[in-house]
């Protein structure tokens, strides 16, 4: 009895919402079932429950008539029984999960025990991708939870072609092999010839067999196509910049050095090939020419110097030039193939077919 | 007197080629043509210090350069008059005539051919002179628009109007372009030239009859 107690105070968290829910449920005897669960009182609970169970009852309200009926006999400590009241439950709600921090770790156990003893394949999600036709996959993920041969199929709805080609509805083998557990698998949507399957909606089915049971589940998916995108051209490099192809020298007293330089070797020269039966020139006209050169070699010393070809920068630039182009021709050739791909793009449909 | 008149040589055909090679950048497309009339100052000495002249003339030059080839052409009539020193009478008139052609052999060097012409009105007033020039020219730009240039010729072959001969001629010179402003330049050129003329008057031996002049053309020109 102390069990049962302890059994009630766990049940009493998940079973709060169920209050709720007995208001809910169309069957006056499975309301009256969850009313006594809600109660504590497992026995009627039980009785009520199995009484609904030889009632007429839709899906869900079965499927919730032997979860009170599992609950219940977890509670009385009829573990046995509990689990074959799961074991019909996930039959029916394949999908139906349990917080194990929220029930009786006997509960859990009976349900675990239960998900063990029957063939299913729960949990089947496609997570939504987009990829280049040919360079990516759709990632399948399920459960299943017995060893069984596990056949994984895509098929076209609404005369969406494959293999066989328009007109005909697409039938894709995805993978087919024995399995237990968790299960990751992938489908590159492709035909056989290489391109990407028709736009259009699929439906994912994953049928799990072992002996003569046989489980499958199934959901529907989107795959819309798209262009890929484009590479825009390059007009500069990460990093590099052009750099300037003039710079200015130093400013110098080299200007009026060669203005002495060069005034000095005439006036030498004047100097040294003088007749000297004819006796020393005149100086005036060097004198002129001469003060003309040195003032310009002086106030072109003084001037900022002129802008001159800075020879390494117009090479780096050149190369950096050639280099943005060799990338361009390479960005070029590669958006033609872009332009040739198909961007796929896969959705998930509201629509998930029931399990069988 | 062997008065060897040195137009009546082969001096002036030269001189033409020469003077075609040297008008030929502006017609074909030089980089760089400049224009340009000229003030000019002149001091004149010959066979002795006692005869001196000194003077003032105009004219003008032209300059081109296209590639590795330059040319230049100057033409000055000069009046030149005695010193106080002097001990000539009257003074003279000249035309002197200069023009090169120059080609680069390095980035501030080149060689060079042309013509010096001078001829003295009166005739006998002064030696009339033609010689070919070969030499070579230093040039070297100072700043922005600014060369200075500095050349040393050899004058071969001379041939005056008073006969003789020059065994050693030199004429050096230093230049100076500048753009002032825009388009205008400012031209100026000092020349010096040394002829070392032997005469031998009469057939009694040979005595030296030597020229000196120095001069200085200012001008300011148009460049293109």
């Known amino acids: 009895m102390t069990t049962c107690r302890g059994g009630g105070l766990f049940l009493l968290a998940v079973l709060a919402p169920a209050a709720g829910r007995a208001q809910a449920l169309q069957n006056a005897t499975l309301r009256r079932a969850q009313q006594a669960y809600d109660n504590l009182e497992y026995r009627q609970a039980l009785a009520f429950g199995q009484a609904a169970l030889r009632e007429r009852l839709a899906g869900a309200e079965r499927a919730r008539a032997y979860e009170v009926v599992a609950f219940s006999y977890a509670a009385l400590d009829s573990i046995l029984k509990a689990v074959d009241a799961f074991k019909q439950m996930v039959l029916i709600d394949p999908e139906r999960q349990l917080d194990p921090n929220r029930v009786s770790p006997k509960a859990y156990s009976a349900f675990d025990v239960a998900l063990r003893q029957v063939l299913l394949v729960r949990q089947l999600r496609i997570d939504s991708t987009s990829f280049v036709a040919g360079q990516g996959a759709v990632p399948i993920r399920f459960m299943v939870t017995q060893p069984a041969r596990v056949v994984t199929r895509a098929i076209g709805v609404g005369g969406v072609g494959g293999g066989g080609g328009w007109g005909s509805a697409a039938n894709f083998l995805v993978d087919s092999s024995a399995w237990n557990g968790q299960v990751n698998v992938s489908w590159s949507p492709r035909l056989p010839n290489g391109d990407p399957v028709p736009a259009g909606s699929y439906t994912v089915v994953v049928e799990a067999r072992l002996g003569q049971n046989t489980f499958s589940a199934s959901q529907q998916i989107r795959v819309t196509h798209g262009r890929v995108d484009t590479l825009p051209h390059l007009t500069s490099l990460p990093g590099y910049q052009y750099l300037p192809e003039t710079e200015i020298p130093a400013q110098t007293w080299r200007p009026l050095g060669v203005a002495f330089l060069y005034t000095g070797g005439a006036l030498i020269g004047t100097l040294g090939l003088e007749s000297s039966s004819l006796g020393a020139s005149s100086k005036r006209e060097l004198g002129v020419v001469g003060a003309a050169a040195l003032v310009t070699g002086f106030v072109m010393t003084l001037r900022r110097p002129a802008p001159r070809p800075a020879e390494g920068n117009i090479l780096y630039n050149r190369l950096l030039t050639e280099q943005i182009a060799r990338r361009n021709a390479d960005i070029a050739k590669e958006n033609v193939a872009r332009r040739q791909q198909v961007q796929l793009t896969i959705g998930p449909s509201l629509k998930t077919g029931a399990p069988r | ?224």
Not at chain 2, 111 to 123: C, K
Not at chain 2, 138 to 148: E, H, I, K, N, Q
Not at chain 2, 151 to 167: H, N, Q
């Open chain 2, 1 to 224: 007197m062997s008065r060897g008149g040195w137009g009546g040589g082969g001096v002036v055909p030269v001189a033409m080629v020469l003077l075609g090679l040297g008008g030929w950048p502006t017609g074909a497309g030089a980089q760089h043509l400049t224009v340009a009339p000229q003030a000019v100052l002149v001091d004149y000495r010959e066979v002795s210090s006692g005869l001196r002249y000194s003077g003032s003339g105009f004219g003008g030059v032209a300059t081109g350069h296209h590639g590795k080839l330059s040319a230049a052409a100057s033409v000055v009539r000069l009046t030149l008059d005695p010193t106080d020193q002097s001990t000539a009478g009257a003074g003279f008139k000249a035309t002197q005539l200069d023009a090169w052609v120059g080609y680069d052999v390095a980035s501030h060097a080149s060689v060079e051919v042309g013509i010096l012409r001078r001829t003295a009105d009166p005739e006998f007033a002064a030696q009339s002179l033609g010689a070919l020039r070969l030499g070579v020219r230093s040039t070297y730009d100072l700043g922005p628009g600014a060369t200075v240039s500095f050349r040393v010729d050899y004058l071969a072959a001379p041939k005056f109007s008073g006969g003789g001969r020059a065994a050693f001629s030199i004429d050096l010179g230093l230049g100076l372009d500048v753009r002032l402003a825009g388009r205008l330049h400012g031209v100026v050129d000092y020349a010096f030239e040394r002829v070392n003329r032997k005469t031998n008057p009469g057939g009694t031996g040979e005595i030296d009859a030597p020229i000196q002049q120095t001069l200085a053309r200012l001008g300011l020109g148009i460049g293109f």
